[in-house]
């Protein structure tokens, strides 16, 4: 999926009519700071809820930051990050959402949990505040929506999205509707996304909807032939990037993605399905916990340094490392 300069532009989208649309947001890690951005940008005031006063400050920095990348590389203004970061709101007060015509929650798990308590907890908070008509929305990836919908008054009310990173040059949004969702609350979903400059894609009461489905037994399956030594990192990528017009291979998704959040997606895939297309590689597992987690760690199925990535020698089996002897 390319990047292009309109994707940064304001010019289309604040022009569009928002209708006093007002978004809340509760969890700002990488991937809420990545939602804020986009609906911002699109012209929609978002206030967000976070933990504390120093979570708020790191989430603004690094939305910040974001943006001053953008005003980089693809010819974004400084006055537009001033109107981006202008209409972005943070509190620890779930009170501020009141008057949000849609919450979405982001918030960011340390591991999959079955039955999702925290979630619940925090859908239960927003209906607290907002009004009958808000939309309450989770952007869980491998959980069915109903499961959290069960603990409102208005489970009607209740979506799944999955925002797909980079969220602002991702073209569509997955929607996931459970069996209580109602065709209002679908009708409402699909304006907003349209508002957001996004298309949809629909799916049917699924864990892990369609992208993290099928992006997880590749990524497992490109782990078994490294191990198996098939074939190289670089050799099983390029064959995905080239052989089959992928953007990245399975390796740089990886490495994209996380393999701490990779490793939530299986966990909840397997717990759901029991298919051991799911189940977390054995090399993901023992890389996730030496802490190559990717990009983000600097080292993962590469290394990656000042913006490039760069391959590594020796075997799988030591990740790269040089082989200690007893």
């Known amino acids: 999926?390319?990047?292009?300069?309109?994707?940064?532009?304001?010019s289309k989208s604040v022009k569009k009519q928002t209708g006093g649309t007002k978004a809340g947001l509760v969890g700002c890690g990488s991937m809420g700071q990545e939602i804020a951005i986009l609906i911002s940008k699109?012209?929609?005031?978002?206030?967000?809820?976070?933990?504390s006063e120093d979570r708020i400050a790191n989430a603004i920095k690094k939305m910040e930051e974001q943006i001053d990348n953008a005003i980089s590389h693809w010819g974004l203004t400084s006055s537009d990050k001033r109107a981006i970061m202008s209409r972005i709101k943070g509190t620890t007060d779930?009170?501020?959402?009141a008057d949000c015509n849609i919450v979405i929650e982001a918030i960011n798990t340390k591991k999959w949990v079955p039955n999702q308590p925290t979630r619940k907890e925090v859908f239960q908070q927003i209906e607290k505040v907002?009004?009958?008509?808000c939309l309450i929305v989770s952007n869980a990836?491998?959980?069915?929506?109903?499961?959290?919908?069960?603990?409102?008054?208005?489970?009607?009310?209740?979506?799944?999205?999955?925002?797909?990173?980079?969220?602002?040059?991702?073209k569509i949004i997955e929607v996931n509707r459970c069996i209580n969702t109602s065709d209002e609350a679908i009708a409402s979903i699909r304006r907003f996304i349209r508002m957001i400059g996004k298309d949809i894609i629909k799916v049917y009461g699924s864990p892990g909807n369609i992208s993290t489905r099928l992006i997880v037994p590749m990524i497992n399956e490109a782990c078994d032939l490294l191990m198996e030594g098939v074939s190289t990192v670089e050799d099983i990528d390029k064959?995905?990037?080239?052989?089959?017009?992928?953007l990245r291979g399975p390796f740089s998704m990886a490495d994209r993605i996380g393999l701490d959040k990779l490793t939530k997606w299986m966990e909840g895939l397997?717990?759901?399905?029991?298919?051991?297309?799911?189940?977390?590689s054995p090399l993901i597992r023992r890389m996730v916990r030496a802490g190559m987690l990717g990009r983000k760690t600097g080292e993962g199925f590469y290394y990656y340094e000042n913006g490039h990535k760069l391959p590594k020698s020796g075997s799988?089996?030591?990740?790269g490392h040089e082989q200690k002897l007893f």
């Open 239 to 246: 064959t995905m990037k080239i052989g089959y017009g992928m």
């Open 270 to 280: 397997y717990n759901e399905y029991g298919d051991t297309r799911y189940k977390t």
């Open 42 to 51: 699109s012209g929609i005031e978002l206030v967000f809820v976070e933990v």
């Open 316 to 319: 799988v089996f030591n990740l």
């Open 130 to 133: 907002v009004s009958d008509d």
């Open 141 to 170: 990836s491998t959980i069915v929506i109903s499961d959290l919908a069960v603990v409102l008054h208005k489970p009607c009310r209740a979506v799944g999205v999955h925002f797909i990173s980079p969220v602002l040059t991702t």
């Open 1 to 10: 999926m390319s990047e292009k300069l309109e994707d940064y532009a304001l």
């Open 94 to 97: 779930y009170k501020d959402l």
